[in-house]
């Protein structure tokens, strides 16, 4: 079958909230090990990626797909998993599907994401003006990395203030804006600057709490940050210039 002619398009970029969408089937291989990968003309699926894990869920049309896990390489994004009847219908090209997602892991996976960007709001708020580095969203010991570091007498108070403002907010509850913008407004929205791996010829897409500085991202969130639930930071650590900040959400 034809290799995918070019990007996949992302339609939770676009809309987050969409939990069963149709698409068309651009090609149906099968990987190593016999499990298939499935390639649509754009997606629902979040792929694993930027901190947060893959969707799952099932892409039907006669047959059923079942999606275990959604990677993406050079803007394809590839389905794999496996026909629920192995002896049944398969896909093929050109043909309409559905597209539906896990909506209880999607719902853990926004929760989290939305989590860990909200701790960056924190740290501004209590005065550590440290850029977020690597983050984590996973629902098996998340955490944020921020560049800079809290001195070692400072962390366990620190540890508690980040838990108290991050659930003073949480119970106050903002809108979440997730959307993409020209390069100079996602600027304005980030307080006036970007960070440099975000190109000036880019459409960033910018995530926002109310009225907390937005921050670049590609992935999904709650609608508002009482949607979080209740936030405990489980560790805080200094590491080679790191501050890692581990956390967790209530069920
Ligand atoms: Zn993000």
Redesign the pocket.
Known sequence: MAAPAGPTRLAYFDDMWALRAPAAVLSVHQEEGGRRAVVLDATIFHPQG???PADTGVIVSAARFLVEDVRVKDGVVFHYGRFEDADGEELSQGQSVSMEIDADRRKLNSRL?SA??LLDSCMTNLGLHMEPGK?YHFPDGPFVEYKGVVPTDQLQDTKIQLEKEANELISKGAKVLVSVFPYEEAAKLCGGALPSYISEDSTPRI?KFGDCPG?P???THVADITDIGNLKVTNIRVKKGVTKVSYSISP
Do not use: L, M, P, S
């Open positions: 930027g901190g947060q994401h860990g960007h983050g995530v921050c991202c590609g992935g």
